[in-house]
């Protein structure tokens, strides 16, 4: 099933409020079909800036945020996963960075786990660099 991106706002990730100027720090909100050992569910994420996480002031729990270059067209099939995702359909395994998952039928590969406190933009359960859709939708 093909998702689509809902939502769509740009905002500063400082205090992530909307703005008219945002700061390099930018996201994307949207509704991602997660598919894990053959069960699918759709979720809210985001995609996001390589500086996203830095700016918003957080660091993962489990691995890590997005290195520069996988913010580059082609090179950004890696995800960052909220805690309740990580905590309700993953068993809160501590071994999950480096797991791969699918995204709207695009396999993506685990590279962190954010604290039990983050979650933006609100709700988000899963981030992936804004280059691996380019705004369109994972292919």
């Known amino acids: 099933m093909r998702m689509h991106l809902a939502d ?3 905002c500063s990730a400082v205090g992530m409020g909307c703005s008219s100027h945002p700061s390099p720090a930018t996201w994307q909100a949207g509704q991602y079909e997660l598919r894990l050992e053959n069960v699918a569910e759709s979720l809210p994420g985001a995609e996001v800036t390589a500086d ?3 700016e918003a002031g957080a ?4 691995g890590r945020v997005f290195l520069p270059e996988e913010c580059t067209p082609g090179k950004g099939r890696v995800a960052v996963l909220a805690y309740s995702l990580w905590q309700s359909r993953l068993g809160a395994d501590p071994a999950i960075v480096g797991r791969r998952m699918q995204l709207n039928g695009s396999e993506f590969q ?3 786990v954010m604290p039990r406190n983050f979650a933006s933009p609100s709700g988000a359960q899963v981030w992936i660099p804004s280059s ?3 705004g369109r939708g994972v292919r």
């Not at 660091?59 to 489990?62: D, H, I, Q």
């Open 110 to 112: 685990i590279v962190g």
């Open 8 to 10: 769509v706002v740009l």
């Open 132 to 134: 691996a859709m380019g």
């Open 59 to 62: 660091a993962p729990l489990l």
């Open 52 to 54: 996203f996480f830095h």
